[in-house]
């Protein structure tokens, strides 16, 4: 089954405490995006890679890295996270140019 | 850069009323059209997508949008909705070439009354 896996689905940590989001997706897609999806905004993008070795920023990166060893994975980390990168936060892999996204479950993190 | 207005934060309706979300965007060229929907607890699922050809686009549910070019919109309209409908509902667009980010609206959330 065509999927895009994230873990942990609930996270909640302590300020400056290093995390990482992992995803995963299992349909060979070149594109993995990070949103944050916050009440009233809508969704928000973090990072972006268009291949394995290949990231850049999207709107609100700051506070997060972002890494693409393998085609495969896309982890989101938080070095030290604050209260205000608590959220709702969903990985997206694309194939092409013109397809649409496909979603994780969601990861809700909470920063206390 | 583009964006993506949506015009209503929250619409209620009660059952078999027929429903049309708003949305526009601003972009000067070729865009790629998404609505998407998350029912509660749930990830984000693709309604619809419009690229090219037949601006009216038919996708899951019985939801359908229609592009009008000269108004930059994309509205999704449903002529009768289910309580099963109650979500939250985004419309996004990217840049119709190359690669580019997708930017969403900030979201419907539509309340179905039964």
């Known amino acids: 089954e065509a999927q895009v896996t994230q873990n942990p689905r609930y996270l909640i940590t302590v300020t400056g405490k290093k995390l990482t989001v992992t995803c995963s997706q299992n349909?060979?897609?070149?594109?993995m995006s990070w949103y944050r999806q916050d009440p009233g905004l809508g969704l928000r993008q973090i990072y972006y890679s268009m291949n394995v070795e290949v990231t850049d920023k999207g709107d609100v990166p700051e506070g997060y890295k972002v890494s693409r060893k393998e085609k495969r994975n896309f982890p989101l980390i938080l070095e030290s996270p604050s209260p205000n990168q608590t959220s709702l936060y969903f990985c997206?892999?694309?194939?092409?140019?013109?397809?649409?996204?496909?979603f994780g479950q969601g990861t809700r993190l909470t920063v206390v | 850069a583009q964006s993506v207005s949506q015009h209503n934060h929250h619409v209620i309706l009660s059952e078999a009323a027929s429903l049309e979300l708003g949305c526009n965007y601003s972009y000067g060229g070729t865009v790629n059209l998404f609505w998407y929907v998350q029912y509660p607890g749930q990830h984000l699922q693709l309604l619809l997508k419009y690229f090219s050809g037949d601006p009216l686009v038919k996708g899951i549910k019985g939801f359908e949008a229609e592009f009008i070019k000269s108004k930059f919109s994309f509205n999704l309209r449903k002529p009768s909705v289910q309580w099963s409908d109650t979500a939250e509902y985004f419309c996004?667009?990217?840049?119709?070439?190359?690669?580019?980010?997708?930017?969403f609206g900030k979201g419907t959330m539509l309340l179905v009354s039964p």
């Open positions: 996004a667009v990217n840049a119709g070439s190359g690669y580019s980010t997708l930017t």
């Open positions: 997206a892999s694309t194939h092409g140019t013109n397809t649409e996204a496909f």
């Open positions: 349909m060979n897609h070149e594109y």
